[in-house]
Nanobody, 124 residues
Framework: EVQLVESGGGLVQTGGSLVLSCAASGFTFSSYVMNWVRQAPGKGLEWVSTINPGGSTTDYGNSVKGRFTVSRHDAKNTMYLQMNSLKPEDTAVYYC?????????????????WGQGTQVTVSS
């Protein structure tokens, strides 16, 4: 059974930091492009970040570039998202998801596997 389990969400003040984790099982994690996607209240899915197998290539949405850092530890089947300088507009449910290719990173509806999400709330 494929599982992606996010953790690390919570309530933080503006300017604060959080680290999200995504633990994977049931598929060959090291072969997949891994992604973070978020959904703010009342809005659609927003692509946040992508990291390729092995972690040599990363990409970020414009709204988080320079503040968020994605990483992965393939031996632990885990991906991370370091979020710094958080803003109220970062408030959302954050999902990790697996895709088969970097070319699909902005096509969130083409992803193969999704986690259940973790809530991040940034207070002003």
């Amino acid at each position: 059974e494929v599982q992606l389990v996010e953790s690390g969400g919570g309530l933080v003040q503006t300017g604060g930091s959080l680290v999200l984790s995504c633990a994977a099982s049931g598929f060959t994690f090291s072969s997949y492009v891994m992604n973070w996607v978020r959904q703010a209240p009342g809005k659609g899915l927003e692509w946040v970040s992508t990291i390729n197998p092995g972690g040599s290539t990363t990409d970020y949405g414009n709204s988080v570039k320079g503040r968020f850092t994605v990483s992965r530890h393939d031996a632990k089947n885990t991906m991370y998202l370091q979020m710094n300088s958080l803003k109220p507009e970062d408030t959302a449910v954050y999902y990790c998801a697996a895709a088969q290719a970097m070319a699909l990173r902005r096509h969130v509806y083409e992803y193969d596997y999704w986690g259940q999400g973790t809530q991040v709330t940034v207070s002003s």
